[in-house]
């Protein structure tokens, strides 16, 4: 499956954004699908994730009660909406899937088979 991540910007402070994913190529609906991030300088990290059906959602502690990830498998697109957006946030954002597998490590990015290129995300104070 291919993504492609777009939505990001340049924005202040207290602003929201919501960033896209668009899925292609195969059958979206049968991937999970998670948001990670990667600040300048630093690893890349686990932002939220949502499973195949629109359940099981988890969030980084640091974005919860802030960010929402959603999906429509019919329009094959998962959402991120990012409110109260801090300076901390500033970011690459990238999307990306993996198929039903065991294990509860969503976090990890070594889970996901497919990665969107990223998109940027600078939030001044």
């Known amino acids: 499956v291919q993504l492609q991540a777009s939505g990001g910007g340049l924005v202040q402070a207290g602003d929201s954004l919501r960033l896209s994913c668009a899925a292609s190529?195969?059958?979206?609906?049968?991937?999970?699908a998670g948001w990670f991030r990667q600040a300048p300088g630093k690893e890349r990290e686990f932002v939220a994730r949502i499973n195949l059906k629109g359940a099981g959602i988890y969030y980084k502690d640091s974005v919860k009660g802030r960010f929402t990830i959603s999906r429509d498998n019919a329009k094959n697109t998962v959402y991120l909406q990012m409110n109260s957006l801090k300076p901390e946030d500033t970011a690459v954002y990238y999307c990306a899937a993996d198929s039903p597998k065991m294990g509860t490590d969503y976090a990890s990015s070594q889970r996901y088979e497919y990665w969107g290129q990223g998109t940027l995300v600078t939030v001044s104070s």
């Open positions: 190529g195969r059958t979206f609906n049968r991937y999970n």
